[in-house]
Nanobody, 122 residues
Framework: QVQLVESGGGLVQAGGSLRLSCAAS????????MGWFRQAPGKEREFVAA????????YYADFVKGRFTISRDNAKNTVYLQMNSLKPEDTAVYCC???????????????WGQGTQVTVSS
């Protein structure tokens, strides 16, 4: 079992930045593909970014390319999402997830955090 806890959300003006963190406990997250997802009110959850277990490969949704960066520190069992140039449409609850699979293109995630709210004002 892996427990995931997100932090770093908050209220920011459009154009601003936030860095989200996802701390893993229980079994180490070192061997897992890690992903970030978001869900806005009234909308379905959508994929944001993923990173391979070693951190060498990353994959992004088109709507965040060039603005968001996913990274991980396996020594700290933590995954990050640096979000720059934020837009009001980025407002959502952001969750991290862990997959026991090996592909960053996976759509199957096995463990989920509770999420952290990100609100971008115009």
């Amino acid at each position: 079992q892996v427990q995931l806890v997100e932090s770093g959300g908050g209220l920011v003006q459009a154009g601003g930045s936030l860095r989200l963190s996802c701390a893993a406990s229980g079994r180490t997250s070192r061997g897992y593909v890690m992903g970030w997802f978001r869900q806005a009110p009234g909308k379905e959850r959508e994929f944001v970014a993923a990173i391979s277990s070693g951190g060498g490969l990353t994959y992004y949704a088109d709507f965040v390319k060039g603005r968001f960066t996913i990274s991980r520190d396996n020594a700290k069992n933590t995954v990050y999402l640096q979000m720059n140039s934020l837009k009001p449409e980025d407002t959502a609850v952001y969750c991290c997830a862990a997959s026991v699979g090996t592909s960053i293109m996976t759509s199957t995630y096995d463990y989920w955090g509770q999420g952290t709210q990100v609100t971008v004002s115009s």
